[in-house]
């Protein structure tokens, strides 16, 4: 059954859909927001949401990927194997340093969806080549709609978001 996002204020079905399937036995609602893929291939797993962003120089410890970015509230959480959601890059072009050390030491996400893609966040994702996806509208913007914790696959082919939710019966 296919049904528009209601919950979510009114976001025309074609930019968000929202419908229940059965996966692995467990019913779930997915909900698809669509951006642009920027670096194809398909993750999913646990997302972890930084809506005030990772400074790009000394932002994470690239060893262990913990995030040491004193601003942070995610502060002292771990990135590897997540999803890392964030509106773009914060601070200089240190980010493609540490996080393609991160990726170098094995601490990296599994992939990343940027709100809006700028210069740093670009330089990192070609370095990183992890599956991207950025430029979401406002109504879609994944540092809102996500939460820490949520289930999600990213497909940075198609430039989507989807975020699995089980279903109460």
């Known amino acids: ?27 779930v609602e997915k909900i698809v927001l669509q951006g642009r893929g920027v670096i ?6 646990e997302a972890l949401v930084c809506a005030d962003s990772i400074t790009g120089w000394g932002g994470i410890d690239p060893e262990t990927g ?5 601003e942070n509230v995610n502060r002292g959480k ?11 890059s914060k601070g200089s ?14 601490s990296a996400p599994k992939g990343w969806a940027f709100s809006k893609i700028d210069s740093s ?27 820490t914790g949520d289930f999600v696959r990213l497909d940075g082919t ?6 699995l939710k089980a279903c109460s019966q």
């Open 1 to 27: 059954m296919r049904r528009a996002c209601i919950l979510y204020g009114q976001i025309p079905l074609y930019r968000c859909s929202s419908f229940r399937r059965v996966e692995g036995g467990v019913q």
């Open 121 to 147: 966040a670009g330089v990192a994702s070609a370095v990183m080549q992890i599956p991207t996806v950025v430029d979401f509208s406002k109504e879609e913007d994944p540092c809102v709609r996500v939460k």
């Open 40 to 45: 194809p291939g398909i993750v999913e797993g």
């Open 93 to 106: 072009n240190g980010w493609s340093c540490y996080f393609g050390a991160a990726r170098a030491a094995g």
């Open 66 to 70: 913990v995030i040491k970015d004193y």
């Open 78 to 88: 771990c990135i590897k194997d997540t999803i890392l959601i964030m509106p773009g």
């Open 158 to 163: 198609k430039g989507t978001l989807e975020i």
